[in-house]
């Protein structure tokens, strides 16, 4: 398994083996990342964890351009997770999102997550742009992307959350 340590992080692709073990559970999941999970580790359910299994079912040779979790090492707990939305497109563009457990929001993490990434993903040569969308306000979210290099781009319009910015960083 490929790992990532940063200062405070051990970063860790989500693999099948990962996703089956959080579809039995926090408690098994617990246990095979041989850390604490909180029970709101997730906001949006396992509804996009299933999405990336499914991806990888299809695609395992692109396991890792979606999900990664971050276990704070020192407290041995499950503290962030997120990732890309697939791997570069023809034009060398991923899309970065995550989201940190409550407990630790404000703290660092996400930047901390968010910049390991960064240099993941720029460490593929094909990838010139990473993109990145938040909700149409000034939030933490955007305070992570501000400090990680990112420029505001646009305002959109989704269809589900209405308003929302893009954001990018170039190579």
């Known amino acids: 398994m490929n790992h990532i340590l940063t200062t405070r992080l051990n970063l860790f692709p989500c693999d099948i083996g990962i996703i089956e073990a959080i579809q039995e559970g926090n408690a098994h999941f617990a246990h095979k990342i041989g850390a604490n999970v909180p029970g709101n580790w997730t906001e949006y359910g396992i509804e996009p964890i299933i999405f990336v299994k499914n991806k990888l079912i299809k695609h395992p040779e692109e396991a890792l351009w ?14 962030v997770n997120g990732g890309f939305k697939g791997a570069p497109s023809g034009e060398g563009i991923v ?7 409550p407990t630790y929001r404000n703290l660092g993490v996400a930047t901390e997550f968010v910049n390991a990434l960064i240099e993941l993903a720029f460490s593929d040569k094909q990838v010139k742009k990473i993109t990145a969308h938040t909700l149409a306000e000034e939030n933490a979210s955007v305070r992570v992307l501000k400090k990680c290099g990112f420029e505001f781009i646009q305002s ?11 954001w990018a960083k170039n190579r």
């Open 66 to 79: 979606w999900g990664w979790m971050g276990v704070h090492r020192a407290e041995k707990s499950l503290v």
């Open 95 to 101: 899309e970065i999102g995550y989201e940190v457990a």
């Open 156 to 166: 959109l319009h989704d269809p589900e959350d209405g308003e929302i910015w893009q």
